[in-house]
């Protein structure tokens, strides 16, 4: 009887397990002036009191925990559960990357992290619009209307009389709208696009705003004023003229020509002259 026995060896001790760090939202958005919980979940193969510690990328690297205790702008305003924080009442200058670092000096694999990016809704302001109060009739005009504080940023619409202005359906009509520069263009005014103009800000967080409504007058060109002015201008180019040939034929205005002469490097150039010819 024959037996075929296999031996088989093991090491020593258990499988090496490194410490490992994972989040469950990389990615955070909440409104302004709201908590942010940026988690962070970690395991460890031995070290039962591991070291946690939570980072700031921006410019430079900054400590928001360390050493058991909150740094900086987050001291007072923040709280930690496990390795997961939770901001409290956040602003803009909270968006950011957030990194979570977990030091296990008695593991095989010491030392594991884990990113978090926060970003910080913010609803629009009441926008800043530009009306201008009046146009002449076939110039072209621009509206204008803007919200800097918006995160994400704003989209506008445009509203005359309190009624919505339309996107225009096609290549050549009078007007364009640009949602995204919050810009209302006109080609080329007429009297019918006098009226209360206003612009709504909206960007899906918190509620819409809406500037005051300004007023543009558009005016009809003053034809008789042009004309007026045309005459007036050539009367005088009449007189003018009229004068300068009386004054030649009386023999009371004569003209030098102008001359320009090198003398040691320098030039000298004579003036027109006015006298009676009786003196030359």
């Not at 409104?31 to 940026?38: I, Q, T, V």
């Not at 980072?55 to 007072?76: C, L, M, Q």
């Not at 004309?227 to 009449?238: D, E, K, Q, R, S």
Request: glycine residues 6%; aromatic residues 6%; contains cysteine.
């Amino acid at each position: 009887l024959h037996m075929n026995v296999l031996f088989c060896v093991l090491p020593p001790g258990s499988p090496s397990v490194p410490v490992t760090v994972s989040t469950n939202r990389p990615k955070v958005e909440v409104e302004e002036f709201s908590d942010a919980e940026l988690s962070c979940l970690f395991h460890t193969e031995r070290d039962p009191n591991p070291r946690i510690e939570w980072k700031k990328k921006a410019k430079e690297v900054s400590f928001v925990y360390f050493d058991g205790r909150f740094r900086g702008p987050f001291e007072g305003r923040a709280t930690i559960d496990g390795a997961t924080v939770t901001l409290h009442r956040v602003t803009q200058e909270d968006a950011g990357e957030y990194r979570c670092e977990i030091s296990a000096s008695l593991d095989t694999v010491s030392l594991g992290e884990t990113n978090v990016t926060l970003n910080v809704l913010v609803p629009p302001q009441t926008p800043m619009c530009e009306v201008p109060a009046s146009a002449v009739t076939g110039s072209a005009v621009q509206l204008r209307c803007r919200d800097q504080q918006s995160v994400p940023p704003a989209t506008y619409s445009w509203f005359k009389d309190n009624k919505p202005i339309s996107k225009p359906r096609h290549a050549n009509a009078t007007y364009l709208i640009n949602s995204h520069t919050g810009i209302l263009e006109f080609k080329a005014v007429t009297k019918e696009d006098s009226g209360r103009y206003s612009c709504l800000a909206s960007n899906g967080v918190g509620s819409p705003k809406m500037c005051e409504a300004k007023h543009m007058t558009i005016e009809d060109v003053n034809i008789t004023v042009i004309l007026g002015a045309v005459v007036v201008v050539f009367l005088l180019l009449v007189v003018c003229g009229c004068g300068g040939m009386l004054l030649h034929r009386n023999g009371l205005l004569t003209r030098r020509s102008f001359w320009i002469s090198q003398c040691h490097g320098a030039a000298h150039i004579s003036s027109q002259t006015l006298h009676r010819a009786d003196d030359t």
